[in-house]
């Protein structure tokens, strides 16, 4: 039981200094995120997992972010890989982290994630918005000040909208985490009263005969 105590000490201490490093990250890089996908997939024990996202204007701006929605030490690594076959991009050995790059190469950009060091499959959360760049830019001049102050509070209402619902499915994968872990400690605290049993049972025993060998000397 010790080992489990221990280890779920060390997940949390892992999990707020990874926290923090998010928290700076999503500040930076993440203002304003608005994914055009959130999916859900399996990686594999040792396997791994390509999305492929087509370019074809540049520069584009490509950002999201991915997480184990559970409390594990296991981790798994981003990479990035350009149409030209080279990675320009990666983030390794990671339970959860943001990803900010620019794409400036026309063609299909690998997003890999791979699951090696782990010794079972992983589930992962990914998010990720690509920015259009042939939108039109709007030039601040051009707003309003009224107008501006109405895209504001949009888009912070954004920002909550989705940090919430990340939230929300980390928590989820939690609870299943907690779950998991209650069963083991049930199934440990099991063994440990059968164990405790068998040696009173094996203690009453040798007192009983001791006695009895006793009364015949």
């Known amino acids: 039981m010790f080992p ?44 791994e997992e ?12 490509i950002r999201g972010t991915f997480f184990i929605p559970i409390y594990t030490m296991d981790t798994i690594d981003f990479k990035v890989i350009d149409p030209s076959g080279s ?5 390794m050995m990671k339970k959860e982290a943001v990803f900010n790059f620019n794409a400036t190469e026309k063609g299909d950009y690998q997003l890999i994630f791979q699951n090696k060091r782990a010794k079972e499959a992983k589930v992962v959360q990914f998010a990720i918005d690509v920015a259009k760049s042939d939108k039109e830019e709007i ?39 907690v779950q998991k872990i209650n069963k083991q400690l049930m199934v440990l605290t099991f063994i440990e009263t059968v164990a405790i049993c068998g040696v009173t049972a094996w203690q009453v025993y040798y007192i009983k005969k001791l006695l009895n060998d006793r009364r015949l000397v």
């Not at 994914?35 to 024990?45: A, R």
């Not at 390509?50 to 701006?61: C, D, G, L, S, V």
């Open 4 to 47: 489990i105590l221990l280890s779920l000490i060390t997940l949390s201490w892992c999990s707020i200094e990874e926290t923090k490093e998010i928290m700076q990250d999503w500040d930076k890089y993440m203002r304003g995120f608005l994914p055009d996908d959130m999916i859900s997939f399996q990686i594999e024990k040792g396997g």
């Open 87 to 91: 990675m320009i991009y990666a983030k």
């Open 50 to 61: 390509i999305f492929i996202e087509t370019i074809k204007k540049i520069p584009t701006n």
């Open 139 to 177: 030039e601040q001049n051009d707003i309003d000040p009224i107008e501006d102050g109405v895209q504001g509070v949009l888009q912070k209402i954004r920002d909550v909208f989705y940090s919430t619902k990340l939230n929300e499915l980390k928590s989820k994968g939690a609870l299943a985490d």
